[in-house]
């Protein structure tokens, strides 16, 4: 009796160590995914904060642009009114002169026809539909009479040279 106890007790520490050896394969694997899983986290949280970099420089950089183009943007829009103004200007001379043209052609003092070449008519624009208030040209009191001297004595050149 003594010995089948023996032997049972024996049969049941059997048993234990193997489910000890057993207890520990699965407590190395379960280690070795852990360490495994710790490394894959720890280069997640790097490249998300490389990721969380890279957007917040992307943002800033974004933020520095909108802020260079703001102003370009009304540069842009403040040029092209403007150059509408000068266009409208220039078509207003040429008609101007051309009128006048045609008074000295009436009182004689210059022959021939006007072949003086027009401006293109304004181009239809959302911007042009309104009409654009013209912004007076400051003149250079000093420089009228020399542009005036200037003109007498080339005054048939004058009219050659302008295009338009």
Do not use: W
């Not at 059997?14 to 207890?23: G, M």
């Not at 899983?37 to 950089?61: C, N």
């Not at 409208?88 to 101007?96: Q, V």
């Amino acid at each position: 009796m003594l010995r089948e106890q023996m032997n049972t007790y024996g049969d049941k520490f059997k048993e234990l160590q193997e489910t000890l050896t057993k207890s520990n394969e699965v407590f190395a694997s379960f280690k070795k995914d852990s360490e495994r899983m710790q490394k894959r986290i720890k280069a997640s949280e790097k490249e998300r904060l490389v990721a969380e970099k890279l957007a917040h420089k992307s943002v800033k950089e974004l933020a520095d642009l909108t802020e260079k183009h703001e102003p370009l943007k009304k540069d842009s829009a403040n040029l092209k009114k403007q150059k509408e103004r000068m266009e409208a200007m220039c078509r207003t001379l040429t008609k101007e002169r051309a009128d006048l043209k045609d008074k000295l052609r009436a009182l004689g003092a210059l022959p021939g026809p006007d072949l003086t070449p027009s401006l293109p008519p304004p181009k239809p624009d959302a911007e042009a539909a309104a009409p654009a208030a013209v912004e007076p040209v400051q003149v250079d009191d000093d420089a009228v009479p020399a542009a005036e001297a200037a003109a007498a004595d080339t005054e048939g050149s004058a009219a050659a040279s302008c295009p338009a």
